[in-house]
């Protein structure tokens, strides 16, 4: 390890420590010294191109990041932000039943949200936002036959 700089650690910015070193075995195990203790450690996946480890250190897994001016450069120009679209509406993929409508009208939903779910072929789907938004139209009820393509719900 490198006496003095910055590393995301799990996502969490540290300063390296001196009397921390890494003694390797082989391109994929290494042992980890500091404080005097050890740590046994592997490589799970090496993303060297940008400067990203995933480990594994006594059967936990981390992620280990080297910070570096592009980072800050990133992150100055809020690059770094996932981009989320904003829902307009949601069709149905798929000719089915509405068994469950999981919002309200009015109601802000975020990514990954239940939406609702729909029975095709004797299977329940659950639908989930793509996006975020708030509900302005529900045009179905439970029990609803639906068509694909058909628009279920409305987003302001």
Excluded at 4 to 14: I, S
Excluded at 114 to 137: F, R
Aim: hydrophobic share 40%.
């Amino acid at each position: 390890m490198q006496k003095n700089g910055n590393w995301l650690f799990d996502g969490k910015e540290v300063q390296t420590i001196e009397g921390t070193f890494v003694k390797w075995y082989d391109h994929q195990f290494f042992l980890l010294m500091h404080n005097g203790k050890k740590f046994h450690g592997e490589i799970i996946k090496d993303d060297s191109e940008n400067n990203c480890l995933t480990i594994k250190i006594n059967h936990r897994i981390f992620e280990v990041k080297r910070k570096g001016e592009l980072d800050d450069l990133i992150t100055a120009l809020g690059l770094d932000k996932q981009k989320v679209r904003k829902l307009k509406e949601l069709q149905a993929p798929m000719p089915g039943r509405v068994l469950k409508i999981f919002v309200k009208e009015g109601e802000e939903i975020q990514l990954g949200a239940n939406v609702l779910s729909l029975e095709a072929m004797k299977m329940e789907n659950i639908l989930k936002a793509e996006g975020i938004g708030i509900v302005s139209k529900i045009f179905i009820n439970e029990g609803d036959v639906v068509e694909k393509g058909f628009v279920l719900i409305e987003f302001a």
